[in-house]
């Protein structure tokens, strides 16, 4: 008997999707790897555990391929970009990643919702919340770098600021949780 819930297409863009959270985890590793050897701790310690976190996201989509009863496929992973020439364009680069890692979330709801495969509909939802907090997070940081003077703040300015960063949230506010009393 044949339990797989998924359609060939649905199951195929998943699949897509689990390459691409993996090719996301080696893309905040290789940034990570870089910003330690630039000296930006603070920026290596949010990147790390961002890669980390990607990871989880790749496997969130192996675990629901497989009990949907499809059957997750582990693909060749790209390289690496090559290392960003200074802090304004590593963000920059990770920041068009994460659009394009959106649009990537929006096919697949699309999709599931073509296919009027509400399970997978729903599922998506949190990964389009997830791409919410992902890219306000990363403008966030491209904001902080501009007011430090962006590709040509100083050495000072550049300190302070991977300081914050290394100890900031890695969960970003959004505007779905703003009130009054907590803009």
Not at 99 to 109: L, W
Request: aromatic fraction near 8%; include cysteine; charge should be negative.
């Amino acid at each position: 008997m044949d339990t797989n819930r998924l359609s060939k297409s649905i199951e195929d863009i998943l699949n897509k999707q689990v390459t691409k959270e993996a090719n996301a985890a080696q893309i905040y590793l290789s940034y990570a790897v870089w910003a330690d050897s630039e000296g930006y701790a603070g920026v290596a310690n949010l990147f790390f555990r961002h890669s980390g976190e990607e990871r989880n996201h790749m496997m969130k989509v192996i675990e629901y391929i497989q009990e949907r009863g499809g059957r997750a496929k582990i693909s060749a992973l790209a390289a690496p970009p090559k290392d960003p020439k200074n802090l304004q364009e590593c963000f920059e680069k990770t920041f068009q990643h994460e659009v394009d890692n959106t649009t990537a979330i929006y096919e697949i709801v699309n999709l599931a919702q073509k296919e009027k495969d509400w399970a997978t509909w729903n599922f998506g939802q949190w990964f389009v919340k997830e791409q919410i907090e992902e890219e306000t997070l990363i403008m966030d940081l491209l904001d902080k770098l501009k007011i430090a003077g962006g590709p040509k703040a100083s050495s000072e300015s550049l300190l302070y600021l991977d300081s914050k960063i290394g100890k900031q949230e890695d969960d970003a506010d959004l505007a779905r949780d703003a009130s009054v009393d907590n803009p």
